[in-house]
């Protein structure tokens, strides 16, 4: 146990090391683009890891982040006081979310459903706590529609999956089977990442 906590924090002080290349050719870009969908006051962030979108959110917006792993929420506590002042954190599952009912204009999530281990409890737990006509934004690696990409993913994700991230998600039909309308699905970096925008009926 003291091991794996060990493992956890350098993992949590190593993320934005790694993140920081790819933030710079572009997906810091992207998160100021997709965050411009984000409706109404209340807004819900799944897996908040570090808070790398803390400091692109619009202004006038309340939001709750929630993370599993306590190590990164430490991290986005931190970033949070220097960038935002309406933000509050909660350490907790996509799966079991401690909210009441209908509580939530906009449910975000990035890179966040490959590591959930129930995704359609996570998608039950969305619709629970999205207000009726509610927004849902995912980033999320997928499955690729290509034949040759998807079988190079098939292969690949029998190596990621060990470390609990599942890139082969078909993340889209998950969200349409629970329940949720889907409004635009958009492809990125060639269909490994769906930009994916529905609503709650």
């Known amino acids: 146990m003291a091991l794996k906590k060990f493992f956890r924090k350098i ?5 934005d090391f790694f993140m920081s290349p790819v933030e710079r050719t572009g997906l810091r870009k992207l998160r100021k683009k997709i965050l411009r969908l984000v409706k109404g006051e209340n807004v819900l962030e ?4 570090t808070g790398l979108n803390i400091p692109v959110y619009p202004d006038g917006v309340k939001i ?11 991290r986005a506590i931190k970033r949070a006081k220097i960038f935002k002042s309406n933000v509050s954190f909660i350490c907790a599952s996509a799966e079991a979310l401690p909210f009441e ?7 975000f999530a990035t890179f966040v459903f490959c590591e959930v281990n129930n995704p359609e409890k996570g998608f039950s737990e969305i619709l629970r706590v999205l207000k009726s006509g509610g ?19 098939d292969i690949a994700n029998r190596f990621t999956s060990i470390f609990g991230e599942n ?9 349409q089977r629970s329940g949720i ?3 635009k699905v958009e492809n990125i970096y060639d269909g490994v990442v769906k930009l994916i925008v529905g609503m709650k009926p």
Not at 11 to 15: G, R, S
Not at 46 to 49: N, R
Not at 138 to 152: N, Q
């Open 101 to 107: 009912d209908e509580k939530f204009d906009t449910v």
């Open 64 to 74: 709750i982040g929630v993370e599993p792993k306590f190590e990164m929420l430490e």
């Open 167 to 175: 890139i082969n998600r078909r993340t889209v039909e998950l969200a």
């Open 135 to 153: 927004r849902l934004i995912l980033l999320e690696h997928v499955r690729p529609d290509g034949k040759f990409a998807s079988k190079i993913f």
């Open 181 to 183: 309308k889907i409004e």
């Open 11 to 15: 993992f949590a002080l190593a993320y």
């Open 46 to 49: 799944l897996g908040v890891g």
